[in-house]
């Protein structure tokens, strides 16, 4: 089987005090197990590169490469809360499927729209994506 690749825009609002916002372009490959997500600046720049397997999770970014315990971990260092990345792939196929207190809504996935919520724990989070034709 092909190997996934999705291209896009992501945007992540965490309600903190005081609320953060993060946007970037994205390209997620690869699937829950082994896989990579890399975020990139509205001019194209990277801004990070994760890379996890079922031993490591890594982040590399300004020339600097991190290694984290697990891939919330890494999420977390990378985007400032833990985004459902495992969850992601089930939910891009199409797949309902909770995901540590997150929901997604799959209603416009066939537009390319996909909103995932998380309410509990505090802060809550909205993780929006716009996924390129």
């Known amino acids: 089987m092909e190997p996934q690749l999705w ?3 992501l945007a992540l609002r965490v309600e903190s005090e005081p609320p953060q916002s993060f946007f ?3 390209e997620l490959s690869g699937d829950a ?3 990579e997500l890399r975020l990139f600046s509205p001019l194209g720049t990277t801004l990070a590169d994760l890379r996890w397997t079922p031993q490591s999770a890594t982040l590399s970014n300004n020339g600097e490469t991190q290694q984290f315990e697990s891939l919330d971990a890494l999420a977390t260092q990378a985007t400032g809360t833990a985004i459902p990345i495992a969850a992601l792939f089930q939910w891009l ?3 309902q499927t ?3 207190d997150w929901s997604a809504d799959l209603s416009q996935l066939d537009e390319g729209r996909l909103t995932a919520r998380r309410t509990q724990p505090a802060p809550a989070a909205e993780l929006r994506l716009i996924l390129e034709r």
Do not use: S, Y
């Open 24 to 26: 970037a372009g994205f």
């Open 98 to 100: 909770r995901a540590d």
């Open 7 to 9: 291209r896009g825009r």
């Open 93 to 95: 196929a199409g797949t």
């Open 33 to 35: 197990g082994q896989g």
